[in-house]
């Protein structure tokens, strides 16, 4: 990392629609990496290779969240906060009937986000922040196993953040595509062998992470 912690900051847009990546705010000071998060966007970090999810998709198949909105008075039906809505913290949608909610506690949809804060050490390379329309196509490890093969390539982070894009695209995504690239270093990253399971799986990167979801819970 440079010396005085600077980093590279590249953004790829697809689709010509407004997405929810301010509902994901990033703040760095110094060596801190602090992530808050109200939706479903999401930010992973590459430290050494690896995958280090920095927040938590909030959708309504996370216990915890189903808690949280059935003590509110929402529920859950079919996959959706009051029918209606695929995430369950957003900063906007309040014009959703029966979303907002009164008093101090609020309605079922809540604009609170969930904070991580990291120390960046030498071996953290790079920040992923995408709409989820990137993560319907990509786990966290692959899209960072795909990002430091094409910045081997050509260490060229705008590139790079297209070539994801295009290649969710190829994967046959139909949401919108947001990315958001942050290099901690100007070299490119080094080749590491990261430790992979053996077990195949046969699971969409959506289908994985609302396991983990039920699993973590």
């Known amino acids: 990392m440079p010396r005085s912690w600077d980093c590279l900051l590249c953004f790829y847009q697809t689709f010509c629609v407004t997405t929810s990546l301010l509902q994901l705010i990033i703040t760095l000071l110094d060596r801190s990496l602090l992530v808050a998060n109200a939706g ?6 590459s430290r050494c ?5 920095m927040s938590k998709d909030h959708r309504p198949c996370c216990t915890k969240e189903r808690m949280r909105i059935e003590s509110l008075g929402g529920y859950i039906d079919d996959g959706y906060l009051n029918g209606q809505l695929g995430v369950t913290r957003a900063l906007g949608d309040w014009h959703l009937e ?4 009164g008093g101090e506690r609020g309605g079922p949809l809540s604009a609170e986000p969930e904070l991580k804060l990291m120390t960046l050490t030498k071996d953290d390379e ?3 922040i995408g ?4 993560w319907e196509m990509f786990t966290s490890q692959n899209a960072v196993d795909f990002a430091r093969r094409r910045l081997q390539e050509h260490n060229d982070v705008k590139l790079c953040c297209k070539e994801i894009v295009e290649e969710a695209i190829k994967r046959g995504a139909s949401d919108n595509l947001t990315l958001v690239m942050v290099s901690f ?11 992979r399971s053996r ?12 396991l983990k979801f039920f699993l973590e819970e």
Not at 131 to 134: A, H, Q, V, Y
Not at 185 to 195: G, W, Y
Not at 199 to 210: F, H, K, T, W, Y
């Open 126 to 128: 790079f920040l992923i």
């Open 199 to 210: 077990v195949r799986r046969s699971i969409s990167a959506e289908g994985l992470q609302n």
């Open 40 to 45: 479903d966007c999401r930010a992973v970090l």
């Open 185 to 195: 270093h100007l070299e490119p990253p080094p080749h590491v062998v990261v430790e």
């Open 98 to 101: 029966g979303m907002k909610g």
């Open 49 to 53: 290779g690896a995958a280090v999810e």
């Open 131 to 134: 709409s989820d329309g990137i």
